[in-house]
Structure formats: C-alpha cells, structure tokens
C-alpha cells in the first residue's frame, strides 16, 4: 500500500530564515506530487505541483520554491522566511492528474 | 475560474442526530470529479468520496450519504446518527478547469456534542 511521509511534523523559525520541508512517496511509481498550504482559518491553497522528476509547476507566484529531486521525493523551500508563510503544510500524491489526492500527515510552520 | 462554496462555516449538534453539509460549485468543464476530505485536529486530510460529473447517483456508506444534483451544481454530504468520532473539519474539492490540483472549499466545521 501506498503512504506518504512529511517532515518535520512541527516547526518553528524567525523571520529571514531559510526553510526545507520534506515529502515522501512510498509503495507507487511516478506519481503526481503537490503543496499546498493551509493558513488559519482558510481553505487549501495549492503552491507547487510536479508530473515527474524535474518538473514543477507554480500556482502562486510568492517567496517558496519547490523541486523534485528523486521520482519520490518533493522538497518545499524558502531562502527568507516571511511572517505570512505561517500555515500548515500539506503534500499529496496522486496516480493521474485531477484525479483522487491522498494527502500527508502536513508541517506546522510558524513564522516569528 | 472554478469555485467551491460552502456557506456553513460551523455546525453544532449533539451527539444521534443528522446533520447536512452543503457544498456548491462553479465550473466550466463539463467533466470534472467532486470530493469530499475530513480533516480531524491531527491536521492529515482523510479522502471520503470522489463522484465523476457524469454519475449523479447518490451514494449511502454506512452512516454517510451524499447527493449530487448537477442541475444546482450540489455535492451534499449527510451524516446520519452523528458521532463524536465525525467531529472534524470537512472539505469538498472540486477538479478540472485547467489545473492540475483540487479546488476546494473554506470547509465546515462539524462539531458534535455528547
């Protein structure tokens, strides 16, 4: 069966810091890969989606950058944290495009 | 651009009861999938269904049913003899429209009380 790792589960950092969230997909070959993030109070907003390794694609133009490493693998980055990248972090997987998205266990990021 | 509403920001009701969470969408495409995700404190989105545009049967799975009607553009959820354990944040998604992730709505609250 398929499952997905995120990491860290919980994290804390000052403003102008750098940031490195990890995504992990197990148990599927080549799957679709996304980050989205959730702030206090709001829907999903999706960041970042990748086709394959190498291939990302950016929903909203901001201070994060994504890349895809390995076929499994889906980073989330930032060179100088802002307050307002605050929020809970989600990465899902899929099997195809706009198909059924399982999502991670998610990152709490606060920005202080 | 495709939108997802669902007015009830937070439902409270004790513990048995039904309780119905709407959920309204606007799109263009005329194939496109609905879902429906439950996001319990822990945070992680648990998938719960997904309808193809094209199927408009409604679903029962155990205490849980939904009804989509494409003529009002509803995806509605229905949980029968509520529990504590629904209690959670409940989202619908909607896909298509050119992109390639979900659009989903602010969510529901769903607070069910002993």
């Known amino acids: 069966s398929q499952t997905i790792h995120q990491w860290p589960a919980t994290l804390v950092q000052p403003v102008g810091s750098p940031l490195s969230l990890e995504c992990t997909v197990e148990?599927?070959?080549?799957?679709?890969l996304y980050w989205y993030r959730q702030a206090a109070g709001r829907g999903l907003q999706l960041l970042f989606y990748?086709?394959?390794?190498?291939?990302i694609s950016s929903e909203v133009p901001q201070n994060l950058s994504a890349s895809r490493p390995q076929d499994r693998q889906f980073i989330l980055s930032s060179k100088k944290l802002l307050l307002s990248d605050s929020g809970f972090y989600l990465c899902?997987?899929?099997?195809?495009?706009?198909?059924?998205?399982?999502f991670g266990p998610g990152t709490r990021l606060l920005v202080l | 651009a495709q939108k997802v509403t669902q007015a009830q920001t937070e439902i409270s009701v004790v513990e048995k009861e039904d309780v119905t969470l709407d959920c309204v969408y606007e799109?263009?495409?005329?194939?496109?999938?609905l879902f429906w995700y439950k996001q319990p404190p822990s945070g992680e989105l648990v998938f719960l269904i997904r309808?193809?545009?094209?199927?408009?049967q409604n679903e029962i799975s155990g205490r849980y049913s939904w009804n989509f009607q494409k003529s009002t553009s509803s995806f509605n959820f229905t949980i029968t003899a509520s529990q504590v354990v629904d209690s959670a944040v409940y989202f619908c998604a909607l896909s298509g429209g050119g992109a390639d992730g979900l659009t989903f709505g602010k969510g529901t609250h769903l607070i069910i009380q002993p």
């Open positions: 990748s086709v394959g390794i190498g291939q």
């Open positions: 799109t263009r495409d005329t194939t496109y999938y």
């Open positions: 309808r193809n545009s094209f199927d408009e």
């Open positions: 899902a997987w899929s099997v195809r495009v706009r198909e059924t998205q399982y």
């Open positions: 148990g599927t070959s080549n799957p679709n």
